[in-house]
């Protein structure tokens, strides 16, 4: 699922690909762009703005895209065969002589001046990996709706840029709070930790193949050995007076043992599965027709 991070990927390579090129070839398979031709023109760059891509080109134009759900760019070489999907699903096509660059499934695809990019992505709140990054217009864009879900809010690309459904389930998880409870209604000193755990979460898998959001080990409490069985009575004999059992030593608590981590999230996609941390079964529910996922232990809050 592309978000933040995974975007930003793309931007790199149809930068490294497209930028400083000449395109011989462009098609834009869109009704209100069909007609348009971009051939013998430079593209300048390729950059990310939270989850929206912008490739700027030669004549003071840029070609917006978005991935949402399942849009994709890919790169081919010159004689590579094209395998991101059939070729009704092709929005895009922009070739130099090195590289060929295909848009599939672009559910977002615009020309427009490189003046009005504004129009375009003005209205994103900070983007978690820009080079101008803030984190303090963040905290009061999410504190201006104190009522509003905290999941909810994290998706809200008005209050920051870069957070999908998959960094919503994980960072409500790590902050030990479910994604229904309002944002007004965290602990104090949460909602700043978690909007810096945001920027940290993107930046170290913005180079990584697979997104990770978990570490190598947790600590975890082993369950309770099982209560020795009961002492089968001995065969009646003369009343004695019973020698008085020894004292015994009150069970100490188990201390949490670090377990071994292979998984790459912590509740994401994992349904039923038990928590890395405590073992209950993760949850699935629905927030905003969005798959969402919580461990009913680990994190505290209303939930549906």
């Known amino acids: ?18 930028a400083g090129q000449v395109l011989t070839r462009s098609d834009l398979r869109v009704p209100r762009f069909a007609t348009a031709d971009l051939s013998g023109r430079t593209v300048l760059d390729v950059t990310a703005r939270g989850k929206h891509l912008l490739t700027r080109i030669e004549g003071g134009l840029t070609l917006h895209s978005h991935l949402r759900m399942d ?4 790169v081919y ?62 905290l009061d864009r999410l504190l201006a709706a104190p009522e509003r879900p905290l999941g909810e809010a994290l998706l809200d690309q008005r209050n920051l840029a870069g957070i999908g ?43 990584r193949p697979t997104r ?21 009575p001995a065969p009646s004999a003369p009343a004695t007076t019973p020698a008085p059992a020894p004292a015994r030593s009150p069970a100490r608590p188990r201390a ?20 890395l941390r405590c ?8 927030q905003d027709d969005r798959p969402t996922y919580w461990c009913p232990r680990c994190q505290s809050g209303p939930t549906p």
């Open 71 to 74: 849009g994709a760019w890919r």
């Open 256 to 275: 949490p043992q670090p377990v071994r981590v292979q998984e790459r999230l912590y509740v994401y996609g994992r349904a039923r599965r038990p928590c």
């Open 77 to 138: 070489a010159p004689d590579e065969r094209w395998r991101g999907g059939p070729g009704h699903q092709i929005r895009a096509i922009l070739a130099n002589a090195e590289h060929t660059a295909v848009g599939y499934r672009l559910p977002v695809l615009e020309l427009l001046r490189t003046s009005d990019e504004d129009r375009a992505v003005g209205h994103l709140g900070p983007d978690l990996l820009g080079p101008d990054w803030d984190p303090g217009p963040a």
């Open 1 to 18: 699922m592309p978000e933040g991070d995974t975007v930003l990927q793309t931007a790199t390579r149809l930068h490294e690909a497209l």
């Open 279 to 286: 073992g209950t079964p993760i949850r699935l529910a629905d």
């Open 212 to 232: 990770t959001t978990t570490i190598t080990s947790e600590l975890r409490t082993p369950p309770s050995p099982p209560s020795p069985p009961s002492a089968t």
């Open 165 to 207: 459904n998959v960094y919503k389930c994980e960072l409500c998880f790590l902050a030990r709070v479910t994604p229904w409870l309002p944002v007004g209604a965290l602990p104090d000193g949460t909602l700043p930790r978690l909007v810096t755990l945001a920027e940290r979460l993107l930046n170290a898998n913005r180079d």
